[in-house]
């Protein structure tokens, strides 16, 4: 696993233009400018000197996360530039074994409240993930395990401490653990994670500073290591020429000390958190003479990523990505020309530490223009004479978080057109097994890859899901918006018409609360306003264009399961209340399930005309493929929010017949 990190927000910009340009850099904003805003660094520690001189706080305190604790909805919409706006922090703290969640009055330098969470145990940190891999390393036992496999250097050896899952009985509720596989880093070692010492996991309880306990069950047989031999240079394919993306003239995008952004009517804030990575909010499109409401806030809210395999070496592994290890947390720097095009704008993301402390990224996060090389819209004459259309250009705001062998670039696309194009994709490391086949022709091939594929000689990719809950507070033309239901049904014709059979929508509303769950053959659904009308007198409203909407299989009393239960149902809808923004529950690590999404709509409120959230759960199970070794190609995964009936034409229809020429 990388090392983990805090995340609270963007305070410095670095634009690194052409390939033969110098990178340009501007200091960071004193700020806030802006009441979404993440805090500044002068707030985080202000917060920390608050809680520490009310004796809530003290050196051995350690901060899972501080964070903004967003004004009220109704103030944030109604504030402009210029107008005075509060600030108020929250804290989530580990002190004694104990967790505590803070909340301090900035704009006051007062403390609101603070009171103890029993039971929960927030995301890991830093301190915890080394605490563990040094127990591991110097415990007795474990070092008896490892050398009965034949590992006489311990120094070649690399543990990864991951979260436990969910175990029975009170254990989870009483003591903070976590499990430590270990790796074997001399057979492959580009990937610290390709030769897994199988068999041995060491569970250590980072309060106590204890390995509570070894699970040892068995070693995995294996040939003798060969005599070490020359390695061969790696070879590539020729080399190609450039094909780069760049913006010769400049930038068609702003971007202001507080991290607003126009482009192509759009407009948008976006701060990065500690648990969501991107958070996008008051998204609004310029239409003529208005400004008009499309999303108050948008963000990936958790990641379930189960593991196929019940032995109790992978059976725990049931990561909740965002709630355990956070997506800002792990943001990975960016490298210009080959995780963004060159001419981006890269975003150094600089955030409070677990220990109170700052910590940055530098260019966490990059926004860039592309031209995607297809038409935006065209036409030909019927004659062939004449031909219109645009170039489609796309703006995408960026971060990748890597989540221990795993890499995740995670994209939201404005279009000109009004569409919201939300993307993952998938790459780095497959999690593996080490086993006894070396190929699916030998004795124990069969039952190696019961739960996996062969990539390798002796090494089996593990069976797995990647469940992604993304949470839609939309507000089209306005908060009181209605879920619409467009079911397509086959209608059949009377016999005196030459045709037999033709489709039709049947409209209708959702109601309550809850998971929103097919009923026909095709069904669409979209967020409507039904107090604003178009010239034409429609309804204004926004589809959720499905993509990639692949669902958990796991059993609804498989405790994973309960844990993240957003990951059975394509489509949630809640009413909007504050703080209500966790698929799994603001606290998933080492949880029981029952949290977030399934206790936000228990009680079936009304979502008909009023101010309301859906939550997509975009995924894919992973069939694991030997192309997917010895690295992941990224495999994407998306879905769209696309306009119906919202614009009064086509919105890309005034986009500009070419480029500005030079000056």
């Known amino acids: 696993m990388s090392v983990l990190r805090a995340a609270v927000f963007i305070v410095a910009f670095v634009l ?33 000197g608050i809680m520490k001189a009310k004796g809530l706080a003290d050196e051995n305190t350690r901060y899972p996360a501080i964070t903004l604790r967003e004004m009220s909805k109704a103030l944030v919409r109604s504030w402009r530039r210029g107008d005075r706006f509060t600030r108020t922090a929250h804290i989530v703290s580990r002190r004694n074994a104990k967790t505590f969640e803070t909340i301090v009055d900035l704009t006051k330098k007062i403390l609101v409240s603070h009171r103890e969470i029993p039971g929960a145990q927030p995301s890991l940190m830093d301190e915890e993930w080394q605490k563990a891999r040094d127990l591991v390393l110097a ?23 991951m979260s436990v899952g969910t175990l029975s009985g009170s254990e989870t509720e009483t003591r903070r653990l976590l499990n430590v596989p270990c790796y074997d880093t001399t057979t492959t070692p580009d990937n610290s994670y390709g030769r897994p010492i199988e068999g041995l996991i060491a569970v250590v309880d980072v309060d106590a500073g204890t390995v509570a306990r070894i699970i040892d069950s068995g070693a995995v ?34 971007i202001d000390g507080g991290l607003n952004m126009e482009w192509q009517n759009w407009s948008f804030h ?51 990505d965002a709630g355990e290890y956070g997506l800002g947390y792990l943001a990975s720097s960016l490298s210009p020309g080959r995780d963004c095009p060159r001419h981006s704008t890269f975003i150094t ?70 569409n919201i194009k939300i993307r993952v994709g998938a790459t780095g490391y ?49 908060p009181k918006n209605t879920l619409i239901r467009d079911n397509i049904k086959p209608v059949r014709l009377p016999k005196e018409n030459r045709r037999r059979s033709i489709w039709a929508i049947e409209r209708s509303p959702v109601v309550l609360e809850g998971p929103v769950r097919p009923g026909g053959h095709d069904e669409n659904y979209r967020l409507s306003n039904p107090n604003r009308k178009t010239a034409l007198g429609h309804n204004p409203s926004y589809h959720i264009e499905p993509g990639h909407g692949v669902l958990s299989l796991l059993a609804v009393d498989d405790i994973p399961q309960n844990r993240a239960a957003f990951s059975a149902e394509r ?33 079936k409120e009304s979502v008909t005309d009023t101010d309301v959230v859906v939550w997509y759960t975009m995924g894919f199970h992973h069939l694991t493929r030997v192309e997917d070794w010895p690295i992941l190609p990224t495999k994407w995964h998306e879905f769209t929010l696309r306009p119906f009936n919202f614009f009064d034409r086509n919105p890309s229809f005034d986009v500009a017949p070419s480029f500005k020429r030079g000056q």
């Open 430 to 478: 497959d999690a593996v097994k080490t086993v006894e086949a070396a190929s699916m022709s030998s004795p124990t091939a069969e039952s190696d890859t019961k739960y996996g594929t062969l990539l390798a000689p002796h090494t089996v990719a593990v069976y797995h899901d990647h469940l992604f809950s993304f949470r839609l507070d939309l507000d089209i033309d306005g």
């Open 16 to 48: 690194t233009g052409l390939p033969q340009a110098r990178a340009q850099t501007q200091a960071p904003p004193a700020g806030p400018f802006h009441p979404m805003d993440a805090l500044t660094v002068d707030e985080v520690v202000e917060t920390v």
């Open 571 to 603: 489509l949630w809808i809640s009413r909007y209340k504050p703080g209500e923004i966790h698929a799994a529950g603001a606290y998933p690590n080492q949880s029981k399930g029952g949290d977030g999404l399934p206790e936000y709509v228990h009680d």
């Open 221 to 254: 047989a294996l040939p003798a290591p060969k005599a070490a031999s020359k390695p061969q240079a790696q070879r590539f394919r020729p080399a190609m020429n450039p094909v780069v993306v760049f913006s010769p003239r400049g930038v068609n995008y702003k």
């Open 349 to 418: 993301v600089v955030m409070p530490s677990d220990t109170g402390g700052l910590f940055k990224v530098e260019k966490g996060l990059c926004v860039f223009e592309r031209n995607t090389g297809d038409p935006l819209w065209r036409h030909a004459s019927s004659q062939g004479t004449k031909v219109s259309g645009r170039p489609a250009i796309e703006l995408v705001v960026r971060m990748i978080p890597t989540i221990g062998n795993y890499d995740y670039v995670i994209d939201w696309v404005f279009t000109q057109h009004g």
């Open 139 to 161: 415990d007795e036992a474990w070092k008896k395990a490892v050398r009965k496999r034949g590992y006489a250097d311990l120094s070649t050896i690399f543990c990864a401490p």
């Open 270 to 320: 976006v701060r990065a958190e500690r648990r969501f990575g991107p958070v996008f909010s008051l998204v609004r499109f310029h239409d003529g003479k208005r400004n008009r409401d499309i999303a108050y806030q948008m963000s990936l809210s958790e990641m379930f990523v189960p593991y196929m395999d019940p032995d109790p070496q992978w059976s725990f592994r049931t990561l909740m």
